[in-house]
């Protein structure tokens, strides 16, 4: 099970960016996918996760009404489109995966589940 990021960049303050993460060595439709962060000095943060169903798609409050997730598994990729972006917003983005969910509609943006991890892409915003 491999999990690739990618898509970050430098950008400024209200721009956008695309991440994507391509799996492989799996069948994505059986697992459900998040998006995380980190940046320096503070804890990684659930940004985004989607369950294998895709009936339920969940946010982090920070990023509601400006992030969308999106999964295509026949091409094996998820996307985070990422718009209005903030400094806040800086930070390594990971994508996990998890397939211990009991029901398929369910994913969540606690850490715990997920046991495949990428190896993260850089988001810089400047004011």
């Known amino acids: 099970v491999q999990l690739q990021a990618s898509g970050g960049g430098l950008v400024q303050t209200g721009g956008s960016l695309r991440l994507s993460c391509e799996a492989s060595g799996f069948t994505l439709d059986y697992y459900a996918i998040a998006w995380f962060r980190q940046a320096p000095g503070k804890e990684r943060e659930g940004v985004s996760c989607i369950s294998r169903s895709d009936g339920r798609l969940l946010y982090a409050d920070s990023v509601k009404g400006r992030f969308t997730m999106s999964r295509d598994n026949a091409k094996k990729l998820v996307y985070l489109q990422m718009n209005s972006l903030k400094v806040e917003d800086t930070a390594v983005y990971y994508c996990?995966?998890?397939?211990?969910?009991?029901?398929?509609?369910?994913?969540?943006?606690?850490?715990?589940?997920?046991?495949?991890w990428g190896q993260g892409t850089q988001v810089t915003v400047s004011s």
């Open positions: 996990a995966a998890a397939n211990t969910f009991e029901l398929w509609d369910l994913c969540s943006l606690n850490s715990g589940p997920y046991g495949y």
